[in-house]
């Protein structure tokens, strides 16, 4: 009870956000998950972001869609009930880690093991899991990660099959949910060596049926999707480590991140919500924080290695962490994204262990008087704990919004195109939904960091569109034009741009350019309703009304609701 309480205390300052960033994919904007509970045939019979953007390929998380689709039929778009629902999954899954301690170390003292579930549910780096609705997935892989092992192990201790099938079921789960669950082939055989005397047999038993579900779960994967990789080239805002110009610079740079998600471990601040592009640069070997990483990483796998044999915690932790991240460690695959914090929700767990054991060993080596070592254990264990209590209530208040955590992420990672064009969207957004002078001030305001975004990373393309269209709001057409030049030189066929330069000459009455760039969307996208609806007023203008009547039925057949085209074509009928 006390470890439900602190979980769901630390994070009850979160009850009150609204949805941010990522929202939107799996939530707000997911057209399946809006559905409800209609929208599950859909869910299983997709990809992961299908719903949202129409693209079938390189996940299949069902399950936390199906989860999400629920909760969207019993309580809408209730920002404040779904986060609710967030923070009460996470302390019970604080629980459930503490119920799967106990089976593992079950020869341990529990007062180490609640210290371990503490300091884990109240460590800083697992803000954006909790804070965040999209990382509903890393929460129910999470969950259904620690009762695979959980029931595997205790059909270990006790032979009923009945546990086995539980395992087997829970890891499927676990898949469906996020697919870093692949871990689990390495980290149950891992779990049953070092705390249980196991043969390779009764080790086979176990793994046997959880790398039969996995293969399983490949081939719905498989059939599922298109795709299941990225189907373009990886840009550098995406992952840095595209900009890399060799594999030594790649596997170096790489490095040198993996030791900030490592020190993000030991000291958790700053935090951030995105770490992109040029935040961290490219390095090669010669770096010296590189070098001290391999240096430092080559010890610790030596004596990982040499404490194999008695089954240290050492070991342990380490050989965890190692399979637990591999995944998300760019090392293997390139995935979208340079560093995230979520990534290391279910690793840190390696890291809680090693923390409260290593306390505990430093300490007896030290002082061996046993009352004496009890209490300052304690008081150093509590003092963490408030201190990560402290970081993790601060950090969940830059949740609160989306301006809230654009502003906090330019001051935790200035130097991040990502972040400015974040920010500046933001403030953006904010003048459009006002009429007044005081619009000026929050264009002004985006202007300003859409500019550092594309100083930082000249290739930023959504900066720069979105300059385009802070300056449109503005009324500078001139500027606006400029900006939107710049986005179609890095992306030629980006068609709100083509839309929007067809548009400033429409407003010049050069009707000639105006239907030269609005055809140009045409050929790219033959069903782009604006390029349609906009091709329409230009004939109407040149008094081609034939022309004018065709594209305007074109437009309002894909979009009914278009207010404007409607009235232009009641205009164009009643003339």
Known sequence: MILFVAAFAAYSNTLNHEFVLDDEIVFTKNKFVQEGLSGIDDILSHGFLYGFNQRNDQSYRPLTLINLAIEKQIFGNNPKAIHWMQVLIYAISIVLLYQFLMLLFKNTDRSILFWITLLFALHPIHTEVVANIKSRDELLHFIFAILTLFY?????????????????????????SKEMAVTLIVILPLCLWFFRTVDFKKLLSISGPIICVFVLYLGLRNFILDAVTFDEEMTVINNTLAAATSISERLATNIYIFSEYVKLLFFPHPLSWDYSYPHFSIVDFSNKRVILTLILFFFALTAAIMKLKSKSIFSFCFFFFIAAFSVASNFFILIGSTLGERLLFFPSLAFSIFLVFGIHYVLKSVFQDKSRNTTLINGILILISLLYLFKTVDRNADWK?????????????????????ALASAYRQKGEGIRSMEAQFWYQKAINHYQESINLYEGNV???????????????????????????SKEPNHLQALNNLGVIYFRLSDYNNALKYFTQCLK????????LANIGAVHHNLGNFNEAKSFYERALQLNPNDVNTRNNYQQLMNR
């Open 152 to 176: 595997a192990i205790k059909y270990f201790d006790y032979k009923k099959t009945n546990y086995l099938w539980y395992s087997v079921g829970f890891y499927l789960f676990a898949l469906l």
């Open 462 to 488: 959504d900066a720069h569109y979105n300059l385009g269209v802070t300056y449109m709001n503005l009324g500078n057409d001139t500027k606006a034009k400029t900006a939107f030049e710049n986005c179609l």
């Open 401 to 421: 919004n989306s301006l809230a955590l654009f502003e906090a992420g330019v001051e935790a990672t200035p130097n991040n195109t990502r972040v400015h064009s």
């Open 524 to 531: 790219i996208d033959e069903n782009f309703q604006n390029a």
